[in-house]
């Protein structure tokens, strides 16, 4: 069974801070993708990152950073020097050819940004 | 151009009415999704189509029914609204050619069942 796990509901960070999303999942699966959605209070879902099983590499994109790491099932999320802007509800999702590309989301961490 | 759009925004109707929300993407896309988006932001798939045909039908009461036209429309419809029908529902498209692509998802309906 695919299952992905955000275990921290909420957070409040000043901003500048650095702020650091935590994301596991469970797959029984070898091709598999993983991906990170944000949410702001406007309610639209924004796509941030793909990234699959077979590809460790860390990604970089501005001030956003992705770490997976196989060994220990996760793929967390580093905002660095926060922003007000940045204050959304973040998704993390599983997805695998095997289950018919379904997606099984996290249940979210919401992120406060305090200017 | 708006990627993936849904028809209407908000409802609010009331117990036991019918109603339905559209969808439509211009992405070219041969998969579209129905989730649903719980007061705790939970988002949960309903249904999945490629190429007009369900692949993914979750445990969801039949009052809901989807609807595909053609691949670049997924409808819901809803009989006999209840309470608990009240959220986000969202809409949403992707490519599937063998590989597992990004979802791109409308900007969702807010329904209200008073």
């Known amino acids: 069974a695919q299952k992905v796990t955000q275990a921290q509901t909420e957070i409040s960070v000043v901003e500048k801070e650095d702020v650091t999303l935590d994301c596991v999942y469970e797959?029984?699966?070898?091709?598999?993708?993983l991906f990170w959605y944000k949410q702001p209070p406007s309610g639209e879902l924004v796509f941030l990152i793909r990234r699959n099983s077979f590809d460790e590499q860390n990604e970089i994109s501005g001030r956003y950073s992705w770490n997976f790491q196989k060994s220990t099932s996760s793929f967390n999320f580093t905002i660095t020097a926060s922003q007000v802007v940045d204050s959304a509800v973040y998704f993390c999702?599983?997805?695998?050819?095997?289950?018919?590309?379904?997606?099984?989301f996290g249940t979210g961490t919401s992120l406060t940004v305090i200017p | 151009d708006t990627a993936v759009s849904q028809t209407p925004k908000y409802l609010v109707t009331q117990m036991g009415n019918d109603k339905s929300i559209k969808c439509e993407q211009n992405l070219g896309h041969d998969t579209m999704y129905w989730y649903k988006q719980d007061s705790k932001k939970f988002l949960k798939i309903m249904f999945s189509y490629n190429n007009k045909e369900l692949i993914i039908n979750e445990t969801v009461p039949n009052r809901f029914s989807p609807k595909s036209p053609d691949k670049a429309h997924l409808n819901l419809h809803i009989n006999s609204l209840e309470l608990g029908d009240s959220a986000v529902y969202f809409c949403a498209s992707s490519q599937t050619d063998g590989y597992t692509y990004e979802q791109y998802f409308g900007p969702g309906t807010r329904l209200t069942v008073t």
């Open positions: 999702a599983l997805s695998a050819p095997n289950t018919g590309n379904q997606f099984y």
């Open positions: 797959t029984r699966d070898t091709t598999y993708y």
